[in-house]
């Protein structure tokens, strides 16, 4: 089985910065893309950044200049760098993976449970 678990997730004030994490475990060949993705209560699930397995990297418009994507290939582990939050960064944030699991396999996406951000105003 595959598992991605994130951590880091809590509750900061407007301004204050968090790092999300998420490893995955497993049986894994190989990683491609690995995102964050973010869901508010009553909102669709919306991307916030990815990453390929080169390290390049897209941001969604809101995050751009204040988040920042990472990935540690050899820890199979992508890290969220949240700084200048704001209360509308409050959501459920969910790691995404596309990998395969024996080499002969399609590429799978894969999702954690999840980790709640919430900022204060």
């Known amino acids: 089985q595959v598992q991605l678990v994130e951590s880091g997730g809590g509750l900061v004030q407007a301004g204050g910065s968090l790092r999300l994490s998420c490893v995955a475990s497993?049986?894994?060949?190989?990683?491609?893309?690995m995102g964050w993705y973010r869901q508010a209560p009553g909102k669709q699930r919306e991307l916030v950044a990815s990453i390929t397995s080169i390290g390049s990297t897209k941001y969604a418009d809101s995050v751009k200049g204040r988040f920042t994507i990472s990935r540690d290939n050899a820890k199979k582990t992508v890290y969220l760098q949240m700084n200048s939050l704001k209360p509308e960064d409050t959501a459920g944030y969910y790691c995404?993976?596309?990998?395969?699991?024996?080499?002969?396999?399609?590429?799978?996406?894969?999702w954690g449970q999840g980790t709640q951000v919430t900022v204060s105003s």
């Open positions: 497993g049986h894994i060949y190989s990683i491609g893309i």
């Open positions: 995404n993976a596309d990998l395969r699991r024996y080499p002969s396999d399609y590429v799978v996406g894969y």
